[in-house]
């Protein structure tokens, strides 16, 4: 026991002793140590490592400072473009609108002008119909007068309303006969029914082949076709004797001997024509008697010079020339001079010959 006793304060100087030959020890108090002794110094190359690592750190700081700054001057510059650019631009539509606003109250003006003649134009014209009205009732006022005046007077008895009403029966009566009639209302001494008959002509237009001509000509050289121009029609396209050329003749012996007076030339109507370029224009008529004289002293008539004119009806009469007198015919001529325009051929849809019989009595003749 007392040998320990003895170790303990030994062990104090040793201790007191080891801190007096450590002068660079020092005693450490911190929030950790309560009285105790604290830990020696880092080494120097960790302070140095600390020291340039805040180091590096400070100088990334100050470049990003100094990159900041200068994206901040060069967004300051920027920003005055942009607002010297804008600026310019303000200006531009400024100006812009002025003009448009000149060229805007330019044209106000123009229009504010028209609307004014226009206004002045309408104010002149509603003058023009108010006096035209103001015309018109005073005539309407007249008219009322008028007709009160004729309202007073008989203007039609009942008799003379009745013969007008069978006068006017007996020209549609006569109209009605007139057409049923043959559409002239005269005797036609040329109809082929009668005994009318073609006796010469000239070349006939012949459609097709060649041989037709053998088959249709009759041993009088006639052809058999030309009695067309001797029937009714009735209004048929095509149903015609053509001639060749744009000129020809026709002689036709009349049913018996008459004193002509007149001679009608029919052709196709406008309304059903295919052309009626082929139509005779330029016409003579010529007549005679045979067999009362011999071949050398027949006296020949020139009995109708025409024209037909296709802007007339396409039925048209032409009375017989009056220095004929009472010649007696039984023979007529029509020589067609020229057609409408057809080179090739001339169409003769109907001739029709008119006039009367002479009456004989104990061998003496009366017209």
């Not at 029509?334 to 001339?346: A, I, K, M, R």
Request: glycine share 8%; proline share 3%.
């Amino acid at each position: 026991m007392s040998t320990s006793s003895d170790s303990i304060p030994g062990n104090t100087e040793v201790r007191r002793r080891a801190v007096e030959r450590r002068p660079n020890m020092e005693l450490l108090a911190g929030n950790g140590g309560r009285g105790g002794i604290g830990k020696p110094n880092r080494p120097q190359w960790v302070i140095f490592c600390k020291n340039l690592v805040l180091l590096i750190v400070i100088a990334v700081l100050v470049e990003m400072i100094c990159k900041l700054a200068l994206k901040s001057a060069d967004s300051s510059r920027g920003s005055s473009a942009v607002v010297r650019d804008f600026e310019r631009r303000l200006v531009n539509v400024e100006s812009f609108v002025q003009t448009m606003a000149t060229c805007m109250q330019h044209r106000a003006n123009v229009v504010d002008r028209k609307f004014e003649d226009l206004k002045n134009e309408i104010e002149e014209k509603v003058a023009e119909v108010n006096h035209g009205f103001e015309e018109l009732d005073s005539k309407s006022k007249m008219l009322e007068k008028k007709l009160g005046e004729l309202g007073a007077v008989e203007f039609l008895r009942k008799e003379d309303l009745d013969e007008f009403r069978l006068i006017a029966r007996d020209v549609v009566e006569n109209e009605l006969q007139r057409f049923g009639a043959d559409g002239v209302g005269r005797v036609d001494y040329a109809l082929s029914a009668g005994g009318g008959m073609v006796v010469r002509h000239s070349e006939p237009f012949i459609f097709g082949k060649g041989r037709r001509w053998f088959q249709k000509i009759s041993l009088t050289r006639v052809y058999k076709d030309s009695e067309k121009m001797l029937k009714p029609s009735f209004g048929e396209s095509g149903e015609c004797f053509p001639l060749k050329g744009d000129s020809g003749f026709v002689e036709i012996r009349l049913r018996t001997t008459i004193i002509p007076e007149a001679v009608t030339l029919e052709h196709v109507d406008k309304a059903v024509a295919y052309d009626r370029s082929s139509a005779p224009r330029n016409c003579r008529v010529y007549g005679w008697h045979e067999g009362l004289q011999s071949v050398e002293t027949v006296k020949i008539f020139l009995l109708a010079e025409f024209t037909y004119d296709l802007e007339k009806s396409n039925v048209q009469t032409f009375n017989v020339l009056d220095l004929i007198g009472s010649a007696l015919v039984n023979t007529v001529r029509l020589h067609v001079e020229s057609n409408h325009g057809n080179p090739f051929h001339t169409c003769i849809y109907r001739l029709r010959v008119h006039g009367h019989e002479p009456i004989f009595n104990n061998g003496d003749m009366y017209f």
